[in-house]
């Protein structure tokens, strides 16, 4: 089992949707949780983070954990096509700043 | 500001040879680290530092060497480089290196793309 697992996509939502994006993780120690876009050719970029039980909302991103289940999702809500993009899962599992990602899912918004 | 600059941007690279890749940033931040990311397998560290002065190993550390001589630079070298080394290489630095309760976000420079032949 992979310690942070992503759906490889693509995910194909229409503009003006809701996408939804899901990652789970392996290690139930895990502290800090990230959510990184990424555009073909381009480095990764932080969108959200979040590191309590519950949602955290920036815009029209929202990041959901639960430690409990061992999942973290990020939804957007209203999606353009400019979000296409891949979105990568990372997991802090020991609180010191070691990232580990999963291989990120392809999310493609449609006019 | 910059940010994080690497060099080069893309490099190929006959088997064998010894290469360094370069990373750069002027953030003043205390950490930084080398990640490659391949198709399908995401991002993987392979060494990091905490501060000038230290190093340590990631997840794939094989057949990598680091240094980190001042805050600034932290250059990624291949001794002799092999086929299974070709990918993209990510550059990144934190203002800290985390800790208990101390979170630091990771920032990422332009990447370059390695090809070993």
């Known amino acids: 089992q992979k310690e942070v697992e992503q759906n490889s996509g693509p995910l194909s939502v229409p503009e003006g949707a809701i996408a939804s994006l899901n990652c789970t993780y392996s290690?139930?120690?895990?502290?800090?949780f990230f959510w990184y876009r990424q555009y073909s050719g381009k480095s990764p970029e932080l969108i959200m983070s979040?590191?309590?039980?519950g949602d955290k909302e920036d815009g029209r991103f929202t990041a959901q954990l639960n430690k409990a289940s061992q999942y973290v999702s990020l939804l957007i809500r209203d999606s353009q096509p400019s979000d296409s993009a891949t979105y990568l899962c990372?997991?802090?599992?020991?609180?010191?700043?070691?990232?580990?990602f999963g291989a990120g899912t392809r999310l493609a918004v449609h006019p | 500001i910059a940010g994080i600059t690497q060099a080069p941007t893309s490099q190929i690279l006959a088997a064998g040879r010894r290469m360094t890749l370069r990373c750069t940033q002027d953030?003043?931040?205390?950490?930084m680290y080398w990640y490659r990311q391949d198709l399908g397998l995401g991002l993987r560290l392979i060494h990091y530092?905490?501060?000038?002065?230290?190093?340590g190993k990631g997840e794939v550390p094989d057949g990598y060497s680091v240094s980190r001589a001042n805050t600034d630079d932290f250059p990624l070298t291949l001794a002799s480089a092999v086929p299974s080394q070709t990918s993209v290489y990510f550059c990144?630095?934190?203002?800290?290196?985390?800790?208990?309760?101390?979170?630091?976000?990771?920032?990422f420079g332009p990447g370059t793309r390695l090809t070993v032949l």
């Open positions: 990144a630095s934190s203002e800290t290196s985390g800790g208990p309760n101390r979170f630091a976000t990771q920032y």
């Open positions: 290690d139930r120690g895990s502290q800090s």
């Open positions: 979040i590191y309590s039980n």
């Open positions: 990372a997991v802090d599992p020991r609180g010191y700043n070691k990232l580990i």
């Open positions: 953030m003043r931040h205390n950490a």
């Open positions: 530092s905490n501060t000038a002065g230290t190093t």
